[in-house]
């Protein structure tokens, strides 16, 4: 590498800068005169919007990384040109060639594919290399494709931008991205696709990166329907908070299942039989017969009186138009509607036939006497009446789930007490869920355009019902690893799970090979993988690196003090620390690394910027450190039915060093201690 070559870079950065500061500033411009051209109120507020939302991307890293990547084209389509990739593009002007092109660009895909075996027409790809404090270009890798060479080559600066040690919330890996992983990213938004992905394989990121892809190639259609993203609790969306605006997306809903389906306050609590009983699909059953049960055959004919006239329709004619209705299959509500629109114009035709006028007053005040008397052959409802009527009630439980669930499931989600009301209902977090799926009984959700799951594996099947009842017109990136499903309901098999997710024809793809769990940490989490009742591949590590320590405490006492000696340990290397144990077990373990002058933070208290967090093993998935001290294995895997998969959880979420402390014996597969 030449001082004058990357002279020549250095300033090819600097007129990137410039100009993206000259597009940061049209942007603004833009905003402030983009108030006063738009036509009407509508175009006014998606203008504003969008300029906006433009001038806050282009605001979020002006000084950073201006591009990661170079491709120096020889033959095909862009013979004798040069692109520069980058996080997002910049602008050289008016009719020019820009300075830096989008990762997501379709030719940005060659810096991701190309190889040795098949060089797409590239000569030479550069990688450059970056400081972090201060961002500063420091070097560059040529990779000359033309030549052929070793297809099984590794990138020093890829190599390095894996490995490298990091504090805080989760970073982009769009200067890293395999191509198996770009394979992924690019696929198409009509198709849905399920990743099953070994511990560090990147597929939270993969997901991530195929959101802000999809939103770039796809923008107008996404912009109408949208794109959520769910995660498993809050603070894995607190950690990956910060990979869509570095890529240029800011407009991105990322929330948690419990959240998109919260109606209220929930003050309830259910037992573990109880919860299991209502995340069950067989609940579905139970409530849609509870609901439709309430839609009864009319027995009376229905006179409604019109000044002299009275209008008559008799009850055969009701029932043939209810049982018709009920055929369809429409949500309960709109089904009401459709029942009270086709009465109202049987009314119609009889006055229209008498000669009568008809007009929006007449059509109205039809309306309310219809819906009189429909309110006794198709009640209106909500969600809560509904659901309090049937867990309130043992007869009308005990109705709707005669041969669905056990006398002794029914007993599990009776109340014992109810309320007087299901105003003052104490709602569990199951309880939710069913609401949620009498709400979309009643009328369909909000859809979204993709949805995205990560995690999904521990989603319950009525929990999936809930997201396929949001991506029912959209597709779905479905990520997870069987191997990490800790919920009592956790799925064992990726089809079944896909058809509660409404996509049972999706395709399913494993990733397999770890770019961030270190090979150390790989061995071991294999060895439990085969303790594990679930059929997926063993991961391999990209890494030879990463040091595993196995320590035996001189007894449960003595734990604490060793976590705070292997803390000390760590803190003489770069980069997040985390100490993981079983809940109940975290918090004699903080007080005594905060006795030692060490500081932890719990993991909702700005975890995402502390160099040493203090993890329960139940809130550990998804997040990743570089040095875990991992307390006491068998208290965690004695923690209820899935506890060696929460183990397993906690073992791979190490990307460098690996501390295990424990006083009681570890089982046969675990390596012996050092």
């Known amino acids: 590498m030449t001082g004058t070559e990357l002279d020549r870079e250095r300033a090819y950065l600097a007129e990137c800068r410039a100009a993206m500061r000259r597009m940061l500033e049209d942007a603004r411009l833009n905003v402030v005169v983009g108030e ?22 282009l605001g979020e890293e002006p000084d950073g990384p201006a591009f990661f ?35 997501r660009a379709p030719v940005s895909r060659v810096f991701y594919r190309a190889g040795a075996r098949d060089p797409q027409g590239v000569t030479v790809r550069r990688r450059f290399g970056w400081s972090r404090e201060p ?41 890293t991205i395999q191509p198996e992983q770009d394979e992924l990213v690019r696929a198409g938004l009509d198709g849905s696709i399920c990743v099953q992905g070994a511990p560090g394989t990147g597929k939270t990121a993969v997901g991530l990166h195929r959101a802000a892809y999809l939103l770039y190639t796809h923008r107008q259609r996404l912009e109408r329907t949208g794109v959520l993203i769910l995660g498993p609790n809050q603070a894995f969306l607190g950690y990956i908070s910060a990979v869509l605006p570095a890529l240029g997306e800011v407009d991105v809903e990322q929330t948690t299942v419990e959240r998109l389906l919260a109606r209220g306050p929930l003050r309830g609590a259910d037992s573990e039989e109880a919860a299991g009983v209502k995340h069950d699909a067989r609940m579905a059953a139970v409530l849609r017969r509870a609901l439709y049960g309430r839609v009864t055959a009319p027995v009376e004919p229905l006179v409604v009186p019109d000044g002299s006239y009275r209008w008559r329709v008799y009850e055969e004619e009701l029932r ?14 709109v089904g009401r509607e459709r029942a009270l629109s086709r009465i109202v114009s049987v009314l119609r035709r009889q006055a229209e036939a008498r000669g009568r006028m008809i007009d929006a007053a007449w059509t109205r005040r039809m309306g309310r006497a ?25 007869e009308a439980l005990a109705g709707a789930a005669e041969g669905i669930l056990t006398p002794r ?36 959700p909000r859809g979204y355009g993709h949805v995205i799951v990560d995690e999904a594996q521990d989603l319950s099947p009525m929990q999936c019902r809930a997201v396929a009842r949001r991506s029912e017109h959209g597709s779905v990136t479905v990520l997870g690893d069987l191997a990490q499903g800790t919920a009592p309901w956790a799925a064992r098999d990726w089809r079944d799970h896909l058809g509660h997710l409404g996509k049972p024809d999706a395709e399913l793809i494993a990733l397999t090979t770890g770019y961030r769990v270190p090979a150390a940490v790989v061995e071991v989490a294999n060895r439990l993988l085969a303790e594990l009742a679930v059929d997926v591949p063993a991961t391999r590590s990209f890494r030879a690196d990463g040091r595993l320590r196995v320590r035996r405490a001189a007894g449960h006492g003595a734990l604490p003090a060793a976590a705070a000696d292997a803390v000390r340990d760590a803190l003489g290397y770069e980069g997040s620390i985390a100490v993981i144990a079983a809940d109940g077990a ?25 160099r040493v967090t203090a993890v329960p093993a139940s809130l550990a998935k998804g997040l990743e450190y570089d040095h875990v001290v991992l307390v006491e294995p068998a208290e965690i895997a004695g923690t209820g039915a899935r506890g060696l998969n929460r183990l397993y959880v906690a073992l791979t979420r190490a990307v460098s060093r690996l501390d295990v402390l424990h006083a009681r014996p570890l089982p046969d597969w675990f390596p012996p201690p050092a």
């Open 320 to 333: 043939d138009i209810v049982a018709g209705v009920l055929r369809e299959e429409s949500p309960y509500g």
């Open 409 to 444: 499931e029914q007993s599990a989600i009776l109340w014992a007490r109810p309320p007087r009301s299901f105003r003052s209902a104490r709602w569990s977090a199951a309880d939710a869920v069913l609401l949620d799926e009498v709400a979309g009984l009643l009328e369909r």
């Open 135 to 175: 961002v500063a270009l420091t070097g560059f890798e040529d990779e000359h494709l033309g030549r052929g060479g070793d297809p099984g080559a590794t990138s020093r600066i890829v190599a390095a931008e894996i490995e490298r040690p990091r504090v805080g919330p989760m970073r982009d890996i769009v200067a």
């Open 36 to 57: 006063h051209v738009a036509g009407d109120r509508y175009s006014a507020e998606r203008l504003g919007r969008h300029l906006k939302s433009l001038a806050k991307q």
């Open 370 to 394: 219809v819906a009189a008397h429909l309110d006794a052959v198709w009640p209106a409802a909500q969600p809560e009446e509904v659901l309090a009527g049937l867990l309130g009630d043992p």
């Open 69 to 103: 990547g170079r491709l120096d084209f020889g033959t095909g389509e862009h013979a004798g040109r040069r692109y520069y990739i980058g996080r997002r593009h910049v602008s050289a002007g008016t009719g020019r060639q820009p300075m830096v092109i989008d990762w």
């Open 586 to 610: 975290l918090d004699p373990l903080t007080a005594e690394l905060r006795a030692a002058g060490i500081e932890a933070a719990g993991i909702g208290d700005g975890a995402a910027a502390a």
